[in-house]
């Protein structure tokens, strides 16, 4: 199995900054890529940004420029640094993966989400 466990939510006035964590744990051979996502109340879930296991980057085009996303040195972690944060941003943030199991499955594997409120 694999887990994914994200820390780093919170509330912030518009301006701020924040910087989400998510960690992956378990039966894991590789980690193709890892990515944020985020759902705010009544919308759908949308991509923020993705780094591959070479380090290519992709963000949305409403969060370039304020977020960077990055990966640890045990590359089993990845984070989110979020600045200049709106009050657009506020939603529930959930870390994904994309991990080769130890059995040489292939798995997306999704956090359980972290409350990101930017007041305004």
């Known amino acids: 199995q694999v887990q994914l466990v994200e820390s780093g939510g919170g509330l912030v006035q518009a301006g701020g900054s924040l910087r989400l964590s998510c960690a992956a744990s378990?039966?894991?051979?590789?980690?193709?890529?890892m990515g944020w996502y985020r759902q705010a109340p009544g919308k759908q879930r949308e991509l923020v940004a993705t780094?591959?296991?070479?380090?290519?980057?992709n963000y949305a085009d409403s969060v370039k420029g304020r977020f960077t996303i990055s990966r640890g040195n045990a590359k089993n972690t990845v984070y989110l640094q979020m600045n200049r944060l709106k009050p657009e941003d506020t939603a529930v943030y959930y870390c994904?993966?994309?991990?080769?199991?130890?059995?040489?499955?292939?798995?997306?594997?999704w956090g359980q989400g972290t409350q990101v409120t930017v007041s305004s």
């Open positions: 994904n993966a994309g991990i080769t199991t130890a059995t040489m499955s292939f798995l997306s594997s």
């Open positions: 378990g039966s894991i051979f590789s980690i193709n890529f």
């Open positions: 780094i591959t296991s070479g380090g290519s980057t």
